[in-house]
């Protein structure tokens, strides 16, 4: 397979993704076959090729530096699953 | 007749003339709603009395002859990927099951304004990751046509509604597929327009370079008429284009004569697709060339690369926008005692598994030491399939194709395997990947009384030609009046 | 340990906010001190289906910033995500730019011990701020306000071209300064609206590779940036020499210790993921923009400074505190170009009076109510000896806070010197007749005695004697 499961928890890691002993196996099965797949791009010269990094050709329109209304506290925080006063609450990160 | 039956041009007109009125309308579509969704699922969310309310006052407008448009009164169902201020927008996803729009998104915004009545969320695959609405983490919506098949997906949901004439048009996005093969699928129209036409302000984004809305509808006209309320340019989205739209109804009614009609050789020599594909398919160009079009054999010769572009670059971007999913603000919070273990378990509960292979497969093309091999490569090889595109539409006017490999397939079949899944999608990812205008509509039908679609494609900002193409084509045509044998027996 | 053997290498990472007034992709005020989460939206919140949209000003100010280093403005710049997960960072990625950043290739001339140095400039590139995030110090919950994320920052980023911590120093100084003359920013590391990060490393005197570089963070203040950045130097240094390896790693500096910490929140190093970003087009600077941003460039502080010293005259310790602050310059030569006396007595009276005043009185420049014409009035006064050095404090604290002409003050106040010779004259006269012993020790040789017969005119003047007079009055007339 393409993929070690050392790998696949490295990725699940950088993605935070909590994987279970299950979803680790079926994703370095899943995955590595899917890298197959698309290892086939290696074929293709693209050695004088540029990447399309940007779908929409032009440059877009900047905005003047105008001060537009802010979300009162109801909108910015409505959705919020954890808040103290008007800030977020988050658990504590470990340093 | 029904309400229903009419199509929105063909309403408009009603309440236009006052014959009909828009809250009849609303209630002849919740009528069926009741009556099917119980099978169908296509919603997600019903709001009943917000398209009531709506409806109240398309109502109004029009008996003070201040009527918003042709489709004011007309009512729709938004793909639930579409941000809607004040109700629940899930993208079909746990981890956003209570998230409530705190603003419109421009193309919702663009409706209101066009007075149609929103009747309710539609169901779609998480994320719109997938090919078959099987990925929503709600249930999976049923194709009208035959309840045990897929309606297709991402946009599921507003297919099969459209189909079931449970709402008389849709809004969808594409990314690589995601209007056209349901369209297909469900034996409905599906538009999505080139890249930058209609705003991505207010969608929750999947693939930013792929993702664009279009409309879904039960014949091209009213295609014409959804996408012309929504082709606006958006300052709010940097990648919305400058472009005028054009009246795409002026020319519709034109006709194919004299237009040269491309035919990809690499899209017909796929193996594993369905004969009775084939068949219908080669019957509609044929149909095309009777109506005065030139058949042109074409090639575009990177299109067997295009299933491995996309499944590189889209989940890229997408593990990047999905990475603000992350309990701290909004969406569901799972418990954990630090940071690290409350991000983990948020996410690996809120996000279905294809949702997680794809950030997971996207995370590693980026990653330090591939991103060369694979994220750069496949953006180097999409630049070719863009290339093929340039060089074909040299001698066409507009490329016709399947939709899909094949009919509707039965829930339940490619779940478990997601490159069988993937390949749903050959013939309408390289559209995605260059950015071009592609419709579907319905060209036939299997034995077994299943919609097979036929794709159109066509040059930037050429929306108007592959409407009209369609048409010259539906016109002749009854596919798009046959109804899904939903209630009978 | 023997420092001495040790060259270091630094190399500094400056974050400057840009003075919009709105954010850099979204309408929100950027202003300082809002309660929590009060200047935010939904693209700066990073709820689903926002996209960025640029905001002018920022790419104005950025030039500015460019072409003041002296950097080459790309024509074609590229955005990019860096992606990490963080509370403060809401779309779990940073919009900032990587390949291809909008200035390249500049460079900043400092003072050191040997001379002036040029401090060349890698690249300056244009990001987002993220929010903050507040830890609860007994160990619950982290509180994030992002009313910071979102406001604009350029990254300017030297060439490890530093040798010490004083060069480091001077180094941010004249950073902050040419930012703050160009309008650009506030200059205030205490509020984190310029933030600085260090690369440092040593290597043997004499090599020729440079060492394991470390990066410090946190670092708020400038007496903190020489602190920190010595305290690294050693710490490698003894690394090395008790034969271990400095590892690569990033430390903070702990204020309260006076050392670098490892950062022991070890996610492994940063795979940051970048790539260009889908929904931003690439900045695109439109003709003539550089031109234009260059014609209306002010003269920057290094320029000013060299010009306040060769053409005024002024010493280098006058001319600094000078130009420090652009508007206290500009008001310098305004009043000077109506003076037109010794450039250095207007620099005593600048240094002296005139920013004692404004601290107590806590007023800028631009809140000053009196006329730079009124300024020179003052001087030219004291110049004629129409008031004495003392009587002219008066008046200026008196213009100083009413703006009334300096004239009209002494006049009122009764400041006015007698420059009357005959009045002077009988004056003297009146004294050295009232005090024959001191006329007579005066003769035998005690000049000191000339101070009191001073005093005793100027006392019965009451106090208006132009003391120039007076001093030659009494010397003419003891026959000096």
New interface residues.
């Given amino acids: 397979m393409s993929l070690t499961l050392e790998e696949v928890r490295h990725v699940a890691g950088l993605a935070r993704l909590s994987l279970s002993a299950e979803e680790e196996t079926l994703m370095r099965k899943q995955l590595s076959a899917i890298l197959d797949a698309v290892a086939e791009l290696s074929q293709v010269d693209t050695s004088a090729v540029e990447p399309t990094s940007h779908a929409a050709g032009e440059a877009a329109p900047w905005r003047p530096d105008e001060v537009r209304p802010s979300f009162p506290p109801e909108k910015a925080l409505g959705n919020a699953p954890a808040k103290v006063g008007t800030s977020f609450a988050v658990p504590r990160i470990i340093e | 007749m029904e309400p229903t039956d009419l199509s929105m041009l063909e309403l408009g007109r009603k309440l236009a003339s006052g014959e009909l009125s828009s809250v009849e309308a609303v209630r002849a579509s919740l009528a069926r709603v009741d009556r099917f969704d119980g099978q169908v699922k296509a919603f997600l969310r019903v709001d009943r009395e917000g398209a009531l309310a709506q409806a109240e006052a398309a109502d109004r407008r029009r008996k003070d002859g201040r009527r918003a448009g042709p489709l004011d009164g007309v009512p729709v169902g938004l793909k639930d990927?579409f941000?809607t201020e004040g109700l629940p927008?899930t993208?079909g996803s746990r981890i956003?099951e209570?998230?409530?729009?705190?603003?419109d998104?421009t193309a919702v915004k663009l409706l209101r304004a066009a007075g149609t009545p929103i009747l309710g969320k539609l169901n779609m695959d998480e994320f719109a990751m997938g090919s078959s609405t099987e990925n929503s983490a709600f249930f999976p919506t049923r194709n009208p046509w035959n309840l045990e098949t897929s309606p297709g997906g991402s946009s599921g949901g507003s297919a099969a509604a459209v189909a079931a004439r449970m709402v008389f048009g849709a809004l969808g996005t594409d990314t690589g597929g995601s209007i056209r093969q349901p369209a297909a699928l469900s034996g409905i129209v599906g538009l999505k327009p080139t890249?930058?036409r209609v705003s991505?302000?207010?969608?929750?984004?999947f693939?930013?370079?792929?993702d664009q809305v279009g409309p879904m509808t039960r014949d091209v006209p009213d295609c014409a008429a959804l996408l012309q309320a929504i082709a606006v340019h958006d300052?709010?989205?940097?990648?919305?284009?400058?472009v005028k739209a054009p009246d795409y109804l002026a020319e519709i009614e034109a006709g194919v004569k004299g237009m040269k009609l491309g035919l990809p050789r690499e899209y017909f020599e796929l193996p594993g697709m369905d004969p009775e594909v084939r068949a219908a398919v080669e019957d509609a160009t044929r149909a095309l060339e009777k109506l005065g079009a030139q058949l042109v054999p074409v090639s575009l010769p990177?299109t067997?690369?295009a299933?491995?572009?996309y499944?590189?670059v889209a989940p890229?971007?997408a593990?990047?926008n999905?990475?603000?999913y992350?309990?701290?603000?909004?969406?569901?919070?799972a418990d954990?005692?630090?940071?690290?273990?409350?991000?983990?378990?948020t996410?690996?509960q809120g996000?279905g598994?294809e949702v997680?292979?794809r950030?997971?497969?996207g995370?590693?093309a980026?990653?330090?030491g591939y991103?060369d091999?694979?994220?750069?490569?496949?953006?180097?090889?999409?630049?070719?399939i863009?290339q093929d595109f340039v060089d074909a539409f040299r001698t066409v006017d507009a490329v016709l194709s399947p939709t899909s490999p094949t009919p509707a397939f039965r829930i339940g079949e490619r779940v478990d395997d997601?490159?069988a899944m993937y390949l749903s999608d050959v013939f309408t990812l390289p559209c995605n990947?260059a950015?071009l205008p592609g419709l579907s509509l319905p060209c036939g039908f299997t034995r077994a009384n299943l919609p097979i679609g036929l794709q159109v494609l066509g040059r930037p900002w050429d929306e108007a030609r592959v409407l009209r193409i369609a048409r010259a084509f539906e016109r002749e045509h009854d596919f798009h009046r046959r109804t899904p044998p939903l209630g009978v027996a | 340990m023997s420092v001495a053997d040790f060259q270091p290498v630094i190399g500094l990472e400056v974050h400057a906010q840009l003075l919009t007034r709105s954010k850099i992709f979204c309408g929100c005020s950027t202003e300082f001190g809002a309660p929590p989460n009060a200047n935010t939206c939904a693209v700066c919140l990073g709820m689903p289906g926002v996209l960025p949209v640029l905001n002018e000003k920022v790419v104005e100010y950025a030039i500015r910033v460019g072409r003041a280093l002296g950097c080459h403005i790309n024509p074609v710049s590229i955005w990019a995500r860096k992606n990490y997960f963080y509370p403060d960072l809401p779309k779990g990625y940073q919009i900032s730019q990587y390949d291809q950043p909008l200035c390249q290739h500049g460079a900043l001339e400092i003072d050191t011990d040997d001379g002036p140095r040029r401090i060349r400039i890698l690249r300056i590139h244009l990001e987002e701020d993220a929010g903050k995030n507040v830890h609860d110090a007994g160990g619950g919950d982290s509180l994030v306000d992002l009313n910071r994320s979102g406001v604009p920052l350029v990254e300017i980023v030297s060439e490890p071209d530093i040798r010490s911590s004083t060069e480091a120093g001077e180094y941010l100084k004249a950073l902050r300064d040419v930012l703050v003359y160009l309008g650009v920013n506030d200059g205030n590391l205490e509020e984190g609206s310029f933030r600085c990060d260090a690369n440092v490393s040593v290597m043997r005197k004499g090599a020729t590779q440079y060492g394991q570089r470390v990066e410090l963070k946190n670092i708020n203040s400038f007496r903190f940036v020489q602190k920190a950045i010595d305290y690294e130097i050693g710490r490698q240094v003894e690394v090395i020499e008790s034969g271990g390896k400095v590892a690569q790693e990033t430390r903070l500096f702990d204020a309260v210790r006076g050392e670098t910490r490892s950062m022991r929140s070890k996610e492994e190093a940063h795979d940051y993921r970048y790539f260009p970003e889908p929904d931003l087009p690439p900045l695109r600077i439109p003709e003539g923009l550089v031109e234009r941003i260059e014609r209306e460039l002010p003269e920057l502080p290094r320029a000013k400074l060299q010009r306040f010293t060769s053409t005024y005259g002024l010493p280098a310790y006058d001319a600094k505190i000078l130009v420090s602050d652009r508007p206290l310059a500009d008001l310098f030569e305004k009043v000077q170009a109506e003076y037109r006396g010794p450039a250095k007595k207007l620099s005593n009276w600048f240094l002296g009076e005139l920013l004692r005043l404004m601290k107590e009185e806590a007023r800028e420049v631009s809140a000053l109510r009196f006329s730079p014409t009124q300024f020179a009035a003052l001087l030219q006064m004291v110049d004629a000896g129409d008031v004495s050095n003392n009587a002219a404090k008066d008046v200026f604290a008196e213009m100083f806070r009413t703006g009334r002409a300096p004239r009209e003050i002494a006049q009122q106040k009764g400041l006015i010197q007698v420059q009357d010779a005959g009045a002077v004259e009988a004056a003297v006269d009146a004294v050295l007749a009232a005090n024959p012993d001191e006329v007579e020790k005066y003769r035998a040789g005690k000049k000191q005695v000339l101070g009191f017969l001073v005093g005793q005119v100027m006392k019965a003047m009451k106090g208006k004697g132009n003391p120039g007079l007076v001093n030659a009055a009494l010397k003419a007339k003891l026959g000096d």
């Fill in positions: 990927l941000l927008t993208a956003l209570r998230f409530v729009a705190p603003y998104g890249y930058g991505r302000f207010g969608v929750v984004a693939a930013s370079s792929l300052p709010q989205d940097s990648t919305s284009a400058q990177h067997r690369y299933l491995a572009t499944y590189l890229a971007e593990s990047s999905l990475a603000r992350d309990g701290v603000r909004y969406g569901l919070r954990g005692a630090n940071l690290l273990a409350m991000y983990g378990r996410r690996d996000f598994l997680k292979r950030i997971m497969l995370t590693y980026l990653s330090a991103y091999a694979y994220y750069l490569k496949a953006q180097k090889v999409r630049t070719l863009k997601p490159l990947l950015g």
